[in-house]
């Protein structure tokens, strides 16, 4: 059992806004940043998100993070097929001195 | 381009010793956090542990008993030493570089992975 929490699953159509969320605690979202991981089958996984709203230089724009106290969201828009894979959300917990992950969504675009 | 590339064993018997090498090429592995994340198949993502060049290596508390994190930074080698294994190690053990090695990191450059079968 993952110490950060996500849906198993999302999905949206091509064009629409999805958002996965990512549930902590006061020990790790609650007091750090946030990043998340797209992970495609078979691959390695790929930072998508730093410092909770942060996106290194080649993600596009259409990824975003948010946080507010003990959870975290990531929003994609502009849906695209390229999209559906899936998706890890990731933070320090201060209590473990290390990284913990969330269980992963998986995104499927209908 | 920076690159990292796991290698070792595939099959590792159980109560055995899992070893498994991260070569970096294209960048110094000085003044960088290296760490080890592994993925079951079909399972989500667990940080196993990093180290610092001359500092000192910090693991999951979970794991903290059976494993060992090393760099060889002459070599620009990482390396990963899991014991007494079990089926419930089998995985793909990924070697990622960590921009901080605290709550301000992000693993922002990763291996291709490594798939190691515990089985006799």
């Known amino acids: 059992q993952s110490v950060l929490t996500q849906p198993p699953s999302a999905s949206g159509t091509p064009g629409q806004r999805v958002i996965i969320s990512c549930s902590g605690s006061?020990?790790?979202?609650?007091?750090?940043?946030v990043c998340w991981y797209q992970q495609f089958p078979g691959t390695a996984p790929k930072l998508l998100i730093f410092?909770?709203?942060d996106r290194p230089s080649g993600v596009p724009d259409r990824f975003s993070g948010s946080k507010s106290a003990t959870s975290a969201s990531l929003a994609i828009s502009g849906l695209r097929s390229e999209d559906e894979a899936d998706y890890y959300c990731?933070?320090?917990?201060?209590?473990?001195?290390?990284?913990?992950f969330g269980g992963g969504t998986k995104l499927t675009v209908l | 381009q920076v690159q990292l590339q796991e290698s070792g064993p595939g099959v590792v018997k159980p109560s055995g010793t899992l070893s498994l090498t991260c070569t970096v090429s294209?960048?110094?592995?000085?003044?960088?956090?290296w760490t080890w994340v592994r993925q079951p198949p079909g399972k989500g993502l667990e940080w196993i542990g990093f180290t610092y060049h001359n500092g000192e290596p910090n693991y999951n508390p979970s794991l903290k008993s059976r494993v060992t994190i090393s760099l060889d930074t002459s070599r620009k080698r990482l390396s990963l030493r899991l014991t007494s294994v079990s089926s419930a190690d089998t995985a793909v053990y990924y070697c990622?570089?960590?921009?901080?090695?605290?709550?301000?990191?992000?693993?922002?450059?990763w291996g291709r992975g490594a798939l190691v079968v515990v089985s006799s």
């Open positions: 990622a570089r960590d921009r901080g090695g605290d709550a301000k990191g992000y693993f922002d450059l």
């Open positions: 410092g909770s709203n």
């Open positions: 006061s020990s790790n979202i609650g007091s750090n940043y």
């Open positions: 990731a933070a320090w917990d201060d209590s473990l001195s290390g990284w913990v």
């Open positions: 294209g960048a110094s592995v000085d003044y960088y956090y």
